[in-house]
């Protein structure tokens, strides 16, 4: 079972655990298990342990699931941003298209707004990539229009600061949130923790 | 499957928790998780800061009022190569062999010579129906003045590029993106660098698609050498194609084929 996904994880509320059916891990849905097992054998659960063991172990998946919610949040503020950025490129170009009426501003523009809105749509299944390669691109672009027009630096500056922080941000949580969804598949709780 | 190394009970075949201790059978080495977090963290850092520099090279290059004489290009060619290199030191002994060592087949050397070739034409159609959106200086005009400019556009453009783009590309930056994510993320994260690097967003249209060539080779065949005659074999192309245009190779005027 997909632990992102588990009902058991996000149900809300107030955890009384109560198990119907011993031969079936409460947490991970594995069956059958044996009468003798204390503890599931593919995820851990203390099935025939206390009811304290069992809410702690619950809570302590549960903690690790709000904190890749938060870490997915912040990845979807990167992917934002990519679009954000796409926006920014967009409005910039047509802007310079419309002063200098130049074919060779609409093409580059294109690609330009096609690179960000990839990254974007690339985001959604594979962040770290599509970040990091977001991220470079956005500061190769910036370093070069600044080179163009040292001006160029002042304009639109706090929608840059806004995008870059989101970006850097997103970098390191895009690869965090993948570690951390690895932990809750595999990782034991302590059940002894803080006793 | 062992007994549970805390309790020692008996395990089935496919557990990874022992269901008398709950403690996880496969123990996972902590020491080796943390190195291989730093070495992650590290490997960024390394990518980030050979692309800073070479970025800042051609930026300075490019849109600073600095004439593109052969003076000036050949200052810069070597001051590149240098950087990578001194980069590709960093990277320890076995980097090289890693770059050198893999899959070899006699065949794959003329298909990749003609791949190269059919590559440049199609890039050719594609630059010239732009040409009038480009406004690249080409390549014999910058070493017009040194005594053989075909021969010195040859080691500038295809030999040198070939060589030290290669390494930092496909060698460097794909070694280093490797640990941090699947390898087709790897092939086109390097490759958009790479196109991004020639800081002219029209090109990046028959750009990244190369670098995506050169650094499917690579994953394929396990070293540069067929990226490096991929690259210097479609570069020569295009400084063959320009000394052409300018009159000074297969120039019935000449005796000497390229001067």
């Known amino acids: ?195 | 499957m062992p007994p549970c190394p805390n309790c020692n009970s008996e395990q089935d075949e496919k557990a990874r928790f022992c269901s008398s201790c709950g403690k996880p059978l496969v123990t996972r080495d902590v020491v080796e998780e943390m190195r291989k977090d730093s070495h992650q963290r590290f490997s960024l850092q390394r990518i980030f800061l050979l692309y800073g520099i070479l970025l800042l090279i051609c930026v300075i290059l490019k849109f600073t009022k600095v004439e593109p004489t052969w003076k000036v290009m050949s200052f810069v060619g070597i001051l590149i190569s240098l950087v990578i290199f001194i980069f590709t030191l960093l990277e320890g002994n076995q980097f090289f062999q890693r770059m050198f060592i893999g899959k070899y087949r006699w065949w794959m050397f003329p298909l990749i010579i003609l791949a190269a070739i059919a590559f440049s034409v199609v890039v050719d159609v594609i630059a010239n129906e732009l040409s009038r959106l480009n406004n690249d200086v080409f390549y014999t005009y910058m070493y017009g003045d040194t005594d053989h400019p075909v021969l010195w556009s040859i080691i500038s453009i295809a030999v040198q590029p070939a060589i030290f783009e290669e390494l930092a590309f496909r060698g460097i930056i794909y070694d280093r993106l490797s640990p941090t994510m699947d390898i087709s993320a790897v092939i086109v994260v390097s490759s958009i660098l790479f196109g991004i690097l020639h800081l002219s967003p029209i090109s990046l249209i028959w750009l990244v698609p190369i670098a995506l060539f050169a650094a499917w080779l690579r994953k394929k065949n396990g070293h540069i050498v067929y990226g490096m005659l991929f690259h210097f074999t479609y570069n020569l192309c295009f400084v063959l194609r320009d000394a052409y245009d300018r009159g000074m190779i297969f120039n019935k005027n000449h005796i000497i084929w390229i001067h």
């Open chain 1, 1 to 195: 079972m997909d632990p992102l996904n588990n009902p058991v994880l996000r149900r809300r509320g107030h955890l009384n655990i109560e198990i119907k059916n011993r031969e079936e891990c409460y947490y991970c849905k594995t069956s059958p298990l044996k009468e003798t097992d204390i503890f599931c054998p593919s995820c851990g659960f203390p099935q025939n342990g206390t009811n304290e063991d069992q809410v702690k172990f619950i809570q302590a998946k549960k903690l690790l699931l709000i904190r890749i919610d938060q870490m997915h949040e912040s990845v979807g503020r990167a992917r934002n941003a990519l679009f954000g950025a796409a926006a920014l490129f967009l409005v910039n170009y047509l802007i310079v298209y419309f002063q200098l009426n130049s074919t060779a501003v609409i093409i580059e523009g294109a690609i330009v707004v096609s690179l960000f809105v990839g990254y974007g749509i690339w985001s959604t299944k594979n962040p770290f990539p599509a970040v990091l390669s977001g991220l470079i691109t956005f500061a190769t672009l910036l370093l070069i229009y600044a080179f163009v027009n040292p001006l160029s630096i002042f304009a639109g500056i706090i929608w840059k600061v806004i995008i870059f922080s989101a970006l850097i941000y997103g970098l390191r949580t895009a690869r965090e949130a993948k570690k951390m969804e690895e932990e809750l598949k595999t990782e034991k709780v302590d059940l002894n923790a803080g006793r």
